[in-house]
């Protein structure tokens, strides 16, 4: 291989070592991160939360109601009894019990739109329910996937590092200074010709360039990076 067909190997060595670091350390960023299912375990433990304060409001409603019903019944009881001779009593325990009626319509009609709450809030609990347990079996397999994934990349890692020491081992140190310069400015660092035209920049390099880079020495562009012509 000639100077130049080295460097390109080189480059793309280095660029397959950066893309699968990147990959790896994303995948080991998501191992074994429960962020996720620690949300949608406050959610559901909120929602939990709401649906006992529905429930508890709801046992208040109607333990108003059955109250109100049975002070209704003594009033009546008390109404019917003949025990009341007094024409103002008996018209006043008639006012009384014709505002405890309506205060109980009043309140059973509260109680009626506090169960509908409490059976919305109970839907959402059994379905968030089953959102958290799918999250946790998806986040299994995620887990399975992504330590295979960690182990695959890290193999491929070490074996692309092996290979890069031999490729550069092949390089003049000259050469290799100066594409780890050309690379710590720009990507790539070793840019293909076709048909005479710099595949990076689209414009066509010195004819001097072309000639040492066609010879396979380490000559560059216009745009600086070291042209490589296959």
């Not at 299994?140 to 020491?165: P, Y």
Request: hydrophobic share 35%.
């Amino acid at each position: 291989m000639t100077q130049t067909e080295d460097l390109y190997r080189l480059e793309q060595l280095d660029t397959s070592i950066e893309q699968d670091g990147a990959a790896l350390a994303a995948a080991r960023e998501k191992l074994g991160d429960r962020r996720g299912l620690e949300a949608a375990a406050a959610k559901l433990e909120a929602a939990k939360l709401d649906l006992a304060e529905r429930r508890a409001k709801h046992r208040a409603a109607e333990a108003g109601v059955d109250d109100i019903t049975a002070k209704i019944d003594a009033d009546e009881q008390k109404l019917y009894s003949g025990s009341l001779f007094n024409p103002k009593e008996l018209n006043s325990l008639q006012r009384e019990v014709a505002l405890e009626k309506e205060r109980r319509d009043e309140m059973e009609n509260a109680a009626l739109e506090i169960i509908d709450g409490v059976e919305a809030a109970e839907k959402a609990v059994d379905e968030m329910t089953a959102g958290r347990a799918q999250l946790e079996k998806d986040w299994q397999a995620e887990q399975v996937r992504l330590t295979a994934e960690t182990e695959r990349l890290t193999r491929t890692l070490d074996t692309l590092r092996k290979d890069r020491e031999k490729a550069a081992a092949r390089i003049d140190k000259a050469a290799l200074d100066l594409y780890e310069r050309i690379r710590k400015q720009k990507k790539p660092a070793v840019s293909r010709v076709e048909q005479g035209i710099c595949q990076s920049c689209r414009i066509q390099p010195p004819v001097s360039s072309l000639q040492r880079a066609r010879a396979g020495q380490a000559a560059t562009c216009g745009c600086g990076r070291i042209l490589y012509v296959s």
